[in-house]
């Protein structure tokens, strides 16, 4: 065995979906409702559905109403084998959507402090930067730290 020779300069402090760091925070109650569950990730922007009041989906082609990160996967119960734990949540589950604070997400790209944040039309992955299929999130950047590829991120949502 040999001696550590390296030490990380920033540890890992969280998980996808908590929500870190004090200041204010707003969470609203919502109904996962996709057209297909396995989008049903925590960490992913979800979007109204069309003509309900608490049922939203990954898939935001129908709306591009913004409306919030699902987060905080202490809160949900293990879906998953004990060797093989999944973020993803079915269909008619009741969640929190984060809509004001700080997050940790999973971003397909590197990003900045600062950079915007865009979400997937078909998904609800987080990306930095404008693309085809993708809409903004209203008020949402990248906080804390730069990320120098894809990866684990802290984004910050604000009104």
Do not use: C, H, W
């Amino acid at each position: 065995m040999s001696f550590q020779s390296s030490v990380r300069r920033v540890l890992a402090g969280a998980i996808v979906g908590d929500i870190i760091l004090d200041g204010p925070q707003r969470a609203v109650p919502a109904i996962l409702d996709s057209t297909d569950p396995l989008k049903n990730v925590i960490g992913r922007a979800f979007f109204r559905k069309a003509g309900e009041d608490l049922k939203v989906s990954a898939e935001g082609a129908n709306t591009l109403v913004f409306a919030g990160i699902l987060s905080n996967s202490k809160l949900y119960a293990l879906n998953g084998s004990s060797l093989a734990p999944s973020i993803t949540l079915e269909n008619a589950k009741e969640v929190q959507l984060l809509q004001m604070g700080y997050v940790v997400v999973s971003l397909l790209t590197a990003g900045n402090i600062g950079d915007a944040i865009f979400a997937s039309d078909t998904t609800g992955e987080l990306r930095v930067g404008a693309a085809a299929g993708f809409t903004a999130v209203p008020n949402a950047t990248v906080a804390y730290q730069n990320t120098a590829g894809a990866g684990l991120a802290i984004i910050k949502l604000t009104n």
